[in-house]
């Protein structure tokens, strides 16, 4: 007798159903506050990612126009790895669990990443690279190499990681909301350390050796950054697996006694087929997953421009450096002081960061709710990506006044850009953690695999990457170059999607399973 092919989707979605319900209850908080630690050792990498590598690909020779190509490895290992590492972490039958072996691999990954990004211009050199001749090709082609696989460990990491608390919190909506919380603080902790080593302008010190014939000071202390990331994520990788151990999944079989074998999109549209549940519950799913989707792209249009420029617009914009090979040792040095004051204003970013992401659940109350509280910080962000535009004409009008100026901008212009950066915590923990928890509710709600679910909202944060990383240097161009003109771009995005999220995106019914739990209003 051969399944009808929904009834096999029908079965497949309820066996991934049961598989956070093998836990009759939640988990320790401790368990899931070591899950959730991972995160800092991820976002370490990812914080040297943001503050330092678009300036390091220009230093290889990489024009400022096209630096943003190099990050649609992003969001192109994400759109295709995380949905499948997801896909296929909901059904791994390993007897290590079914997300511990990915987090593995991903960390196993990240180390391989990290060895060929630090030591691209090494090799580049040894391969016939001349130092005073950029573009260094093949020291870019290496750093390249190095930055896919870095994208896509770390995609292989954080789906399986949330994943792993969703299944820690046992559908408890409470439970999955400190979760997410508690992932968003550690994010913020790790892109204190990271923001913090790469403002260090000595670092390179306690690693002497990575300061070679062809890495300056800027790249060995790169070097030496990237190697105390790795040391922070192995050790709190090792820590949280071995503490916290996953029971093997065995899949349940279907009525012809095979284990079900859903395709990869027939979970999702499986979980909305299940007539077992009233027709306003798959409804009102349908409608809120299309709109989560929706206001998430928008919030990421906004953010992206900012999360990838924001040190270059500091060393550019503000200190009115230039990082061209061709430019002067002065306006180097320029740029090289900005960007190490974008990095500090990003540890001071992720300092509010941390702080915002343990009171998410007390603010959400006094909003009114998750999805107001999403809708108002929206608006901190067009206001505060917005404000970049006088913070550049003041910084532009005190080196027009002093003859361009050569010492940077004064303490008042300097002053008003950290405040910016700092302010952005707080639109930042609420992006962090917010739709990450509402998708792990839905997922609760549909049927639809953890793993998938959040696959597939990664596909709204890829997909505004990609946009960004493709259009975001030829369309500054347009406008006479600089960063400003996406900043403006993504403040019109952020004012949209706050407008969304109030407006828009439903809140559930009454009588629904998340709405009685406190899911999404936190009451």
Request: contains cysteine.
């Amino acid at each position: 007798m051969v399944s009808h092919p929904m009834e096999k989707a029908s079965n497949g979605t309820s066996a991934l159903e049961t598989q956070t319900a093998e836990l009759d209850q939640p988990a320790a908080l401790r368990k899931i506050i070591s899950v959730s630690s991972i995160a800092a050792g991820v976002q370490f990498g990812w914080a040297l990612q943001l503050s330092l590598l678009t300036p390091y690909v220009q230093l290889l020779g990489i024009q400022h126009k096209w630096a943003s190509l190099i990050w649609l490895c992003g969001p192109i290992s994400g759109m295709l790895v995380q949905p499948i590492v997801g896909y296929h972490s909901d059904r791994c039958t390993s007897r290590f669990g079914r997300r511990r072996p990915f987090i593995v691999a991903g960390a196993g990954l990240v180390t391989v990443a990290v060895f060929l990004i630090g030591y691209a211009a090494d090799l580049g050199h040894s391969m016939g690279d001349q130092l005073n001749k950029p573009p260094r090709t093949r020291a870019i082609a290496i750093f390249a190499l190095g930055f896919w696989i870095l994208d896509v460990a770390n995609n292989t990491l954080q789906g399986p990681c949330r994943a792993f608390l969703a299944d820690l919190s046992a559908g408890n909506a409470k439970k999955t909301r400190t979760a997410n919380a508690f992932f968003s603080f550690f994010m913020a902790v790790g892109n204190v350390l990271g923001y913090a080593a790469g403002s260090y302008r000595d670092l390179y010190k306690m690693v002497p050796f990575t300061m070679t014939e062809s890495c300056d000071l800027y790249c060995a202390n790169l070097k030496t950054c990237f190697f105390l990331s790795i040391t922070l994520l192995v050790l709190v990788t090792f820590v949280s697996l071995c503490y916290v151990k996953e029971k093997p999944w065995t899949p349940e079989p279907t009525a012809d006694g095979k284990a079900s074998n859903v395709p990869f999109f027939g979970e999702i549209f499986g979980a909305f087929k299940e007539l077992k549940r009233p027709m306003w519950m798959l409804q009102w799913a349908l409608l809120f997953q299309q709109m989560l989707l929706i206001v998430t792209a928008l919030n990421w249009i906004a953010w992206f421009p900012f999360l990838l420029f924001d040190t270059d617009w500091m060393g550019r914009e503000v200190y009115g450096g230039n990082s061209d090979a061709t430019a002067s040792a002065t306006a180097k040095k320029l740029y090289n002081d900005g960007v190490r004051a974008g990095a500090l204003g990003l540890m001071l970013n992720a300092i509010v960061l941390g702080f915002m992401s343990l009171g998410v659940e007390w603010v959400g109350r006094k909003m009114g709710g998750a999805k107001r509280l999403w809708g108002v910080v929206n608006f901190i962000l067009a206001i505060c990506l917005a404000m970049t535009v006088l913070v550049t004409k003041q910084a532009e009008n005190h080196r027009r006044d002093h003859g361009g100026a050569k010492t940077g901008p004064p303490g008042n212009v300097t002053a008003g850009a950290l405040t910016l950066f700092a302010v952005l915590g707080i639109p930042q923990a609420i992006t962090f953690s917010i739709p990450f928890a509402l998708a792990s509710i839905f997922s609760s709600n549909s049927g639809a695999g953890q793993g998938l679910s959040l696959g597939v909202l990664n596909l709204a944060i890829v997909v505004p990457q990609m946009v960004v990383s493709v259009g975001g240097g030829p369309f500054d161009e347009i406008f006479g170059g600089g960063n400003i003109p996406a900043f403006v771009l993504g403040a019109i995005a952020a004012a949209v999607s706050g407008i969304l999220a109030l407006t828009v995106l439903p809140s559930p019914p009454p009588d629904a399973p998340a709405f009685k739990t406190g899911a999404m209003g936190f009451h």
